[in-house]
């Protein structure tokens, strides 16, 4: 026993716990064995920080959404890959009005939950693996949830907006949902964001791993960055930036368009 987590699919046994206990139906977490409790994400940052957030909203329905969720799936047109479906509550928005969407996600649990909920069509791979394989083409991408943060950092968002341009159609589009990290005074941030510079680092690239029960992810980068950082990223792919709503700031939502 060394106090480290076992590797394995922190999100889909979250996710499969959090359905159980919105519905009553499957085993669950409970105190000393009757009483319900929260499922809560676990998030560790490299410097040590810890954060918790119940996962429950994950399955929200519309209702209990963010405005600019609203304000998202409002923008989709024409056939959407959901990049990171979760639990699928937007991809099941979208079904029920018709658009044909296809839910990615590298988590094999999350994927059973979106099927268990309705989800019709769902990819198990990576971005890379399915813009490779599949040679179907969308002209929706949504990365919500904060899914903007899989573009990852300098190196990895050529590779990342280039493999959603391979399997984009003509007129294109991206809306991804992100955070601006860098209205706070909190030093525990603003210290980390210094560091995460000086190491040539964005200063908003965080080192993740999510934990739930005794299980845990690897370490991960999760991008949290201005829209101006976001601009340069986006500068030289086979992308534009084309609107920024900030109406949730620090929330932000960013919409890139095709070129050419
Ligand atoms: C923060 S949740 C967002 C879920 C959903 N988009 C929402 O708004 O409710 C992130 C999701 O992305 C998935 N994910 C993480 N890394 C991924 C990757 N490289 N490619 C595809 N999905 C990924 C996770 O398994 C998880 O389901």
């Avoid at 987590?5 to 046994?13: A, H, L, M, S, Y």
């Avoid at 908003?204 to 990223?233: H, K, M, N």
Wanted: glycine share 12%; aromatic share 6%.
């Amino acid at each position: 026993m060394t106090g480290e987590p076992r590797i394995g699919d922190v999100f889909g046994e979250m996710l499969r716990d959090a359905l159980a206990v919105s519905t009553g139906i499957g085993p669950r977490p409970l105190a000393g064995g009757r009483l319900p409790r929260p499922v809560i994400e676990i998030i560790e940052r490299d410097d040590g920080l810890v954060n918790g957030a119940p996962a429950a909203h994950y399955l929200d329905p519309p209702q209990d959404w963010q405005p600019h969720d609203h304000r998202a799936v409002d923008r989709v047109r024409g056939a959407t890959l959901d990049v990171g479906v979760g639990g699928g509550r937007i991809a099941l928005l979208l079904q029920e009005r018709g658009v044909p969407v296809t839910g990615l996600d590298t988590s094999a649990g999350a994927l059973q939950v979106c099927r268990r909920r309705g989800v019709r069509d769902l990819v198990h791979a990576t971005v890379d693996e399915y813009a490779g394989a599949s040679g179907r083409r969308y002209d929706t991408f949504l990365l919500l949830g904060n899914n903007l943060g899989l573009i990852e950092g300098r190196e990895r968002a050529p590779v990342f907006l280039a493999a959603l341009a391979a399997m984009a159609r003509p007129g294109a589009q991206v809306i991804a949902h992100g955070t601006d990290p860098y209205g706070t005074r909190d030093p525990v941030h603003t210290s980390y964001h210094e560091n995460n510079r000086r190491r040539g680092r964005l200063g908003g690239q965080l080192r993740l791993r999510l934990r739930y029960r005794e299980l845990g992810t690897q370490w991960f980068d999760y991008l949290v960055c201005s829209p101006g950082e976001l601009a340069e990223l986006v500068h030289g792919s086979p992308w534009q930036l084309a609107d920024v709503d900030d109406r949730d700031a620090p929330y932000y939502l960013a919409t890139l368009r095709l070129t050419g």
